[in-house]
Each structure stands twice: as structure tokens, then as C-alpha cells.
């Protein structure tokens, strides 16, 4: 009789649920399409394009993004927040939002 050789069980840890884990995979989309978008702006500055046509798809850009941030904004109202009200932290929770709002909201 054999007998294997034994080997430690190791402890799987999940990933933690985020307020975007639900959409995860249309976020990426989204961050990659505004990834592409970069890339488009660095080649058109390269091929000398026009200014505006430049600053035309830096806003698209900026408005992507924004898109993207009040998304996640809106996951961690509605999921992250919850469970730190749940564990008596509402408080932190609230201040960190607003200071992510705020940071989001600054321009130029």
C-alpha cells in the first residue's frame, strides 16, 4: 500500500463584493474602450490632428470617466455603505463618500 504524500489544505480566501462586483465585467469593458480612447488621442497628437479635434475627444474621455465614477459612486451607496451602516461604521462610510465626490467633482 501507497501512501500519499500529504500536503497542507490551504485556506481559500474569497474575493470581497464590492459595490461593482455585480457589473464587474461591463466596468472593464468600459475602462478598456477608455483606455482605447487614450491611446486614439496620444496617435492623433502624433499624426499633428487639429487642436479642437484633440480637445473634442479629451471630453469624451472626461465625460467616460465620469460616467464610470458615478457608477461606482452609485455601487457603494447602494452596497458598500449598507454594510457598514450594518457594521456601525455609517459615519466613516458617509465621510469617505463625500471626500470621493469631491474629488471627482474638482476640474481644471
Known sequence: M???P???TQATTAAPTRGYTATKDQLLTRIR???GQVR???KMVEDD???IDVLTQI???QA?????GLGLLDGHARHCMHEGAEQGR???MATEMMAAVGRLMKRG
Open 2 to 4: 501507497t501512501t500519499q
Open 6 to 8: 500529504h500536503t497542507p
Open 33 to 35: 474602450r477608455i483606455e
Open 40 to 42: 486614439g488621442i496620444e
Open 49 to 51: 490632428r487639429y487642436c
Open 59 to 61: 471630453s469624451a474621455i
Open 64 to 68: 467616460a470617466l465620469d460616467k464610470v
Open 90 to 92: 455609517s459615519d466613516q
